[in-house]
């Protein structure tokens, strides 16, 4: 009963560090999606993949990249980080995108950039 | 582009009494969904309730129900009979049925205490 696993939990970068988190789903969701909450604030979306080999912008992309490459995994990378990249993130899926799919959420990824 | 608005940064309610959380949103489609997201304090994002926008019924999940205004953009959350286990911050989301669209908007939350 694994659903939307995310990795590592916490992290500490130094600015300018990269790095990527990871995250993989096991209940072969076509929709993969990351987002960031900030303190006191809801989840903002920042990248979203419809499937394997696509994947769109969401509010909030610049800084971030990401790739699809098979159907579990959806990683976001951080090239240069920056102090306003601290954040919690998290990743979800959804088996379509169909509107009556709710999103199964990972646990989350907190991010300490210093 | 649609946006969702929780106007109560905070809420409290007694043990086993009943509290109403608000929502509204704006938005110019006329097919969509509404949810709400509990997140306590382990950080993992649960779906409480969604409500389908064409739907005139109000969902109903055991303690938790809604009030849905389609006409004044409005999707309350109420509780009832409020245990402890329900403390954690609710948000309030919604998702467009246009290709493209599919993402969630939340809003900001709302910090639910329960006291003993």
């Known amino acids: 009963n694994a659903g939307v696993t995310q990795t590592p939990k916490f992290r500490i970068l130094k600015i300018g560090q990269s790095m990527t988190l990871q995250c993989t789903q096991d209940?072969?969701?076509?929709?993969m999606y990351w987002y960031r909450q900030d303190p006191g604030m809801g989840l903002k979306l920042i990248y979203y993949s419809v499937g394997a080999g696509i994947t769109d912008k969401g509010e909030v992309p610049n800084g971030y990249n990401v790739s699809r490459s098979t159907t579990e995994d959806f990683p976001l990378r951080l090239e240069l980080a920056a102090p306003s990249q601290t954040s919690v993130y998290f990743c979800a899926s959804s088996p379509t995108g169909g509107i009556r799919q709710p999103q199964h959420f990972g646990d989350g990824t907190r991010l300490s950039i210093l | 582009a649609q946006t969702v608005t929780q106007s109560q940064p905070e809420m409290s309610v007694q043990e086993a009494e009943t509290v109403t959380l608000s929502c509204t949103y704006d938005t110019s489609e006329s097919d969509y969904y509404l949810f709400w997201y509990k997140q306590p304090p382990s950080r993992q994002m649960i779906l409480v309730i969604r409500?389908?926008?064409?739907?005139?019924q109000n969902a109903t999940e055991n303690r938790f129900s809604v009030n849905f205004q389609k006409a004044a953009k409005s999707f309350s959350l109420k509780i009832s009979d409020s245990q402890l286990g329900d403390a954690a911050m609710y948000f309030c989301?919604?998702?467009?049925?246009?290709?493209?669209?599919?993402?969630?908007?939340f809003g900001t939350g709302t910090r639910l205490t329960i006291i003993p």
């Open positions: 989301a919604y998702r467009g049925n246009n290709f493209g669209n599919e993402k969630l908007t």
């Open positions: 209940m072969n969701h076509n929709y």
């Open positions: 409500q389908e926008a064409y739907k005139q």
